[in-house]
């Protein structure tokens, strides 16, 4: 089943509404300025992965930037369980959506006016397999991640650098771009977080680069830390990547996704053995976070 359709739902501030009746005005700052933040999330077989951590960054960022967001997590959790039941979805992707609400006419902070949340759920659009098993290919992107203190730390609505950097990628035939930071370093993909192994050692860029910390990001840390196996988070040269026996890139919605060249380099091991152990680990977490939910 598709919820594209006028029969399909949507959860718009305390309200869940056919798609087709909700509406947002448009003074709404997010709408007029980007002013708004949203978290994107897979559910599995109905139950949604990672629930509590990306509310925990949703209500982390709104706090920090000062939007009101009134509904308790709990309430908010319920309400995207239930519209993945109303919608009749057990695969899907998740948005929650959430902005300052309408413009008053300042650009102050504190505007008084009720903020925006809304939560929409689809089909989940699964990645080709093959790219799964021949992996992808990247770029550099030729954009820089500042040291700004707002983003990407936030995962804001303004997205519209990420939306052109991809852009890039798929204009030179490859799947992601990686951004790097003013001093050179590896950040983080346009869409994603980047691990590799060399020697048998596994890295990924520390914060200190200002990437978005992602929900998956943390899964995989946590995996190899279960396993035994270090991951070592700094500021790392692109060289390093040239250098590496695996690459992989990681998000909620890809998971797990291995890569085969780099700026045209071919990187020696894809998929390596590390990724598809790592994949396997993944898949084998969500069916226990499945089946905990659904035995609850």
């Given at each position: 089943m598709t919820n594209d359709s006028s029969d399909s739902y949507v959860f718009l501030n305390d309200q869940i509404l056919p798609r087709d009746m909700a509406k947002v005005s448009a003074f709404d700052r997010g709408f007029l300025y980007g002013d708004g933040i949203f978290e994107t999330m897979r559910?599995?077989?109905?139950?949604?992965?990672?629930?509590?951590?990306?509310?925990?960054?949703?209500?982390e960022s709104a706090q920090q930037l000062r939007i009101n967001i009134t509904p308790p997590r709990e309430d908010l959790a319920e309400a995207a369980r239930e519209l993945l039941r109303i919608n009749r979805l057990h695969d899907?992707?998740?948005?929650?959506s959430l902005t300052r609400g309408q413009h008053a006419g300042s650009l102050a902070v504190d505007t008084g006016q009720s903020p925006t949340l809304l939560i929409d759920c689809r089909p989940v659009r699964a990645y080709p397999e093959g790219w799964y098993t021949n992996g992808v290919r990247i770029i550099t992107s030729v954009s820089r991640r500042s040291r700004s203190a707002l983003a990407p730390r936030h995962k804001c609505l303004s997205y519209i650098e990420n939306i052109l950097i991809l852009n890039q990628?798929?204009?030179?035939?490859?799947?992601?771009?990686?951004i790097l930071t003013d001093d050179g370093y590896v950040c983080e993909g346009a869409t994603s977080n980047i691990f590799w192994t060399a020697a048998g050692n596994i890295y990924t860029p520390s914060p200190e680069t200002n990437l978005l910390c992602g929900i998956t990001r943390a899964v995989v840390i946590e995996i190899c830390t279960r396993l035994g196996l270090q991951i070592n988070e700094g500021l790392f040269a692109p060289d390093e990547l040239a250098r590496a026996d695996e690459v992989f890139i990681t998000n909620s919605i890809m998971e797990i996704m291995p890569v085969a060249a780099i700026d045209g380099g071919t990187v020696r091991q894809c998929p390596g053995e590390m990724a598809t152990m790592l994949r396997e680990e993944y898949a084998a977490e969500v069916k226990r976070c499945v089946e905990e939910a659904q035995a609850g």
């Open positions: 559910s599995y077989r109905g139950v949604l992965f990672g629930l509590d951590d990306h509310l925990r960054r949703l209500y899907a992707y998740v948005r929650i990628a798929r204009a030179e035939d490859a799947q992601e771009a990686l």
